[in-house]
């Protein structure tokens, strides 16, 4: 089983902010990674998939890039509605593993 | 739009069985994999089970084999897990979520609002 390990598991910003999460995994996952915000009681939302494509309707300000074991997401200038939590996710192998989350609060 | 709506959650005592259903709209429902993800209170996002568009192919996580089915049927565009053996581990918010193939092992484009289960005496 892949293991997902994200970085830092809270962070503490405030609007306007640059926010940047990591996740690595336990071994090579090429560029098979997706991110996703989950707020309380919401669906989650799916934000980049395959590393660093933005999925339909997510603004610019979202940004994913990495390969193999090393992955990052950038927000460049956070905004009220971007505190949440937020996981990576793996397709390489079966079975399909999620990262711990890392929750981005408000400063 | 596409729309998922969870319902079949409750309570029930362990070693019980519970069926969930998830109830698609908005895309046409045969030619996509769907996959249902759980949170468990206070955790994070677990895969649980996910099954290609024409139901052919089924997958499951290790902690669910042999007690969990997932089957669909596309004449009604609806998902059913079935539950049985359940144990206190499996409370969680369950998630229905479709992904942007019909061959499984992608990612999750669309998710639902979940339905809980808690599995308690």
């Known amino acids: 089983e892949i293991v997902l390990t994200q970085s830092p598991a809270t962070l503490s910003l405030s609007p306007g902010e640059r926010a940047t999460l990591s996740c690595w995994a336990s071994?090579?996952?090429?560029?098979?990674l997706a991110w996703y915000q989950h707020k309380p009681g919401q669906a989650p939302r799916l934000l980049i998939y395959?590393?660093?494509i933005r999925a339909t309707g997510i603004p610019a300000r979202f940004s994913g890039s990495g390969s193999g074991t090393d992955f990052t997401l950038t927000i460049s200038s956070l905004e009220p509605e971007d505190f949440a939590v937020y996981y990576c996710?793996?397709?390489?192998?079966?079975?399909?593993?999620f990262g711990q989350g890392t929750r981005l609060e408000i400063k | 739009e596409v729309q998922l709506l969870e319902s079949g959650g409750g309570l029930v005592q362990p070693g019980g069985s519970l069926r969930l259903s998830c109830a698609a709209s908005?895309?046409?429902?045969?030619?996509?994999?769907m996959t249902w993800v759980r949170q468990a209170p206070g955790k994070g996002l677990e895969w649980v089970s996910s099954?290609?568009?024409?139901?052919?192919?089924?997958y499951y996580a290790d902690s669910v084999k042999g007690r969990f089915t997932f089957s669909r049927d596309n004449s009604k565009n609806t998902l059913y897990l079935q539950m049985n053996s359940l144990r206190a581990e499996d409370r969680a918010v369950y998630y229905c979520?479709?992904?942007?193939?019909?061959?499984?092992?992608?990612?999750?484009?669309?998710w639902g609002q979940g339905t809980l289960v808690t599995v308690s005496s």
């Open positions: 908005g895309f046409t429902f045969s030619s996509y994999a």
């Open positions: 099954i290609s568009g024409s139901g052919d192919s089924t």
């Open positions: 979520a479709k992904e942007p193939y019909e061959t499984t092992g992608y990612f999750y484009d669309y």
């Open positions: 996710q793996q397709r390489s192998n079966w079975p399909i593993t």
């Open positions: 395959d590393a660093s």
């Open positions: 071994q090579s996952i090429s560029y098979y």
